[in-house]
């Protein structure tokens, strides 16, 4: 068969990839060196050694395709051989499926384009047959340390130490060691008194599911428009009308097209309709995981004492966004004058306008607070509100099953392109119902009020009214964020 060799040599991939302000630029492919070379910019990077103690970074993984197919598949990174300009340094992961990018010493500011080469792991020869695609998304870095699961408040659904009357004391995780669930002094239980459905299958969770000591990486923004179209045209045609997801004009998603031109005219804004297992595709193809109920918890409050019923920023009182600027721009925001002591966020519109999904850390400026920002203890945006964050929840088989180490590793099933990912829970369910049992929601979406109902408590960090649920569907709040817990 003869092959298109010139035509290949002469697009050597050279593709821009938009998520909230990150950008990858020039790809350069050296087929003699093995090496893919880009320049990589992102916007209010940080890394600190006072509290958060933290610092943010680009997870960068690469795709390959060869001339004749138009299926991208995963490109293995070597184990070293890479380098990166000053400010940033390269740190790689024991199963190459990608690195993180992050600033060498203490900083803040912009990430300014940026010269950065990755060693290449196996090419399939003839290697000069091959275009590269870079993708980058932005993570915060969550250090080891004890936390507390539980805001001591009045959610009927939430965590509390077990001897505790509700609402209770919270429960303080100092180890990754095995959690046994029960209303006795010194292990885990729930205000609700656990009824069956909230409770792991044992009464215990597993000494190896994710429980937020360890550190981890968690991603910056919530999955948006433009990742979730970039992974579909990156797919075999019958893996992305399998995967894909088209809501024109559905409460602020624009994703519309088909295969392999997919398009968003809003790119920044969170991508809801998310199913859990379109989820759970993306993460696999990413080379994340999703995160825990109690990971997500840490990423709210940090290593702070909790505040009763508190939000993502620490405080239990919040301005609702729904003033728009520069609405469906790379810059969207929201003017509402924001109350003093309350946090700022996307929520309470179910009945009136804007009636959707914003842009991912559309409330964060250079300068802003946390509160003004909406942000969590590390950094991490819109945790609470905007959409709904699909986690792996404390109830059922799912506390066994689910491991700490068990990450994407690039590639889908065929066909499908489900994820496929050992332990994962429920990975082709994207309907409600019971099937879907162990994906939880929490932080509440754009549509939840503040109240005192049950539904009304959904935007609280510690609610777990959604904790064991069953739905699994691509419905208009929902959405997430992955994490990646094993690096060098
Ligand atoms: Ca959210
Ligand atoms: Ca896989």
């Not at 500011?109 to 695609?133: M, R, Y």
Request: one cysteine or more.
């Amino acid at each position: 068969m003869k092959r298109l060799l010139f035509f290949c040599a002469v697009v050597l991939g050279s593709i821009n990839c938009f998520a909230n302000n990150i950008q990858v630029s020039n790809v350069v492919y050296n087929n003699g060196a093995g090496t893919v070379t880009f320049n990589i910019s992102w916007e209010n990077s940080w890394r600190v050694n006072t509290a958060p103690n933290n610092w943010d970074a680009a997870w960068v993984f690469i795709k390959r395709r060869n001339c004749a197919d138009q299926f991208w598949k995963q490109q293995f990174i070597s184990a070293g051989g890479h380098t990166a300009a000053s400010p940033l340094q390269v740190q790689t992961v024991p199963d190459s499926v990608g690195v993180f990018i992050r600033r060498s010493a203490n900083g803040n500011g912009n990430i300014a384009s940026t010269s950065v080469t990755l060693k290449l792991g196996d090419v399939p020869v003839p290697l000069n047959e091959w275009d590269f695609k870079v993708f980058a998304v932005e993570m915060v870095y969550v250090p080891q340390g004890a936390f507390y699961l539980g805001s001591g408040g009045t959610n009927y659904y939430e965590f509390r130490e077990g001897a505790s009357g509700a609402p209770g004391t919270p429960y303080q995780v100092t180890s990754e060691n095995a959690i046994t669930f029960s209303n006795s002094a010194g292990n885990l239980w729930d205000n609700s008194a656990a009824t069956s459905a909230y409770a792991p299958t044992g009464n215990v969770v597993d000494a190896n599911f994710p429980k937020g000591y360890r550190s981890f990486y968690a991603m910056k923004y919530e999955v948006s428009q433009g990742q979730y179209a970039d992974f579909l045209n990156s797919l075999a045609q019958d893996m992305a009308i399998s995967r894909q997801i088209l809501a024109a004009g559905g409460y602020r998603n624009t994703l519309t097209g088909t295969w392999p031109t997919y398009t968003t005219t809003t790119p920044g804004r969170a991508m809801n309709y998310l199913g859990w297992g379109n989820l759970c595709a993306y993460l696999d193809w990413s080379g994340l995981a999703p995160m825990s109920e109690m990971e997500f918890e840490k990423l709210c409050r940090g290593v702070s004492v909790p505040v009763a019923n508190e939000f993502a920023w620490g405080g239990n009182t919040a301005t609702r966004a729904f003033t728009l600027a520069n609405d469906g721009t790379n810059q969207e925001e929201a003017t509402n004058t924001i109350a003093p002591g309350t946090g700022f966020a996307n929520f309470g519109g179910n009945a009136s306008a804007p009636q959707g999904v914003f842009r991912v850390g559309f409330a964060a400026k250079a300068g802003t607070t946390r509160f003004e920002a909406g942000a969590g203890y590390y950094g991490n945006m819109d945790l609470t509100g905007n959409v709904y964050e699909f986690c792996t929840a404390i109830y059922g088989a799912a506390t066994s099953t689910f491991k700490w180490d068990a990450h994407g590793d690039g590639q889908l099933t065929l066909g499908s392109g489900f994820s496929n990912v050992n332990g994962w829970v429920n990975q082709t369910v994207v309907a409600d119902g019971g099937a879907a049992t162990g994906a939880c929601l929490k932080g509440g979406s754009w549509s939840d009020r503040i109240g005192a109902s049950l539904e009304d408590q959904a935007l609280r960090v510690s609610n777990r009214y959604y904790s064991g649920n069953a739905y699994g569907s691509n419905n208009i709040n929902l959405g997430g964020r992955g994490v990646r817990r094993v690096f060098n």
